[in-house]
């Protein structure tokens, strides 16, 4: 067993110990909102918008982007769990920034193993086979971290099994601060049509 699945379980194990009431938690979200934001270690839902167990849904993605899956959940969300806010937050310094579909690409074919950055760029210093599939997926890379936000928006807002009446917030975290800050042409591509 790993070092970090033994941590894991113990952890789990003391959550369980303090679980209580949890369990008794309504399926839908109590504060009826849901949060689209990247997976990057550095950010914490939970914390930064003030969320318990069972306050609102959090999806997350590489980048936090408004991918088919991520709209997916979100109609989900509203059709099925009544959420009738959603925030899109990306973040400063995401590593959605460092690459693009043709650095993926290329990383992937030489192979499956970790890569590495440096000054120059990727490198890939893997054994073994990779995949020419990398090349046909789209990364959803960025490289203008407010113009990101505001892609994914529009693309949320323009969907047509959005729900016109949910208003959709665009916003970034800043790494650094911890503070959210609005992306005004973001969260006015979102307002209630």
């Not at 790993?2 to 369980?16: D, F, H, T």
């Not at 936000?149 to 969907?159: A, F, G, L, Q, Y």
């Not at 208003?167 to 970034?172: D, H, L, N, R, S």
């Amino acid at each position: 067993m790993s070092q970090i699945l033994k941590e894991v379980l113990a952890a789990n194990a003391a959550y369980v110990a303090e679980f209580g009431e949890k369990g008794g938690l309504a399926l839908p979200p109590a504060r009826k909102f849901a949060i689209l934001t990247c997976m990057d270690a550095r950010l914490d839902p939970a914390k930064y918008a003030g969320l318990a167990e069972g306050d609102a849904h959090v999806i997350r993605n590489a980048g936090g982007r408004a991918s088919d899956d991520a709209i997916r959940s979100l109609v989900i969300s509203h059709k099925l769990l009544g959420t009738n806010e959603w925030f899109v937050v990306h973040h400063t310094d995401c590593g959605m920034q460092l690459f693009d579909d043709e650095v993926m690409g290329g990383l992937l074919e030489s192979s499956l193993d970790t890569a590495h950055i440096d000054e120059h760029g990727w490198h890939d210093h893997g054994h073994g086979e990779g995949s020419v599939q990398g090349r046909f997926v789209k990364w959803l890379t960025f490289k203008d971290l407010a113009a990101s936000v505001v892609e994914d928006v529009r693309r949320i807002r323009s969907h047509p099994l959005v729900a016109k009446d949910v208003p959709i917030y665009g916003y970034y975290y800043d790494v650094r601060t911890g503070k959210l800050v609005e992306v005004e042409e973001a969260t006015k591509a979102g307002r209630v049509v």
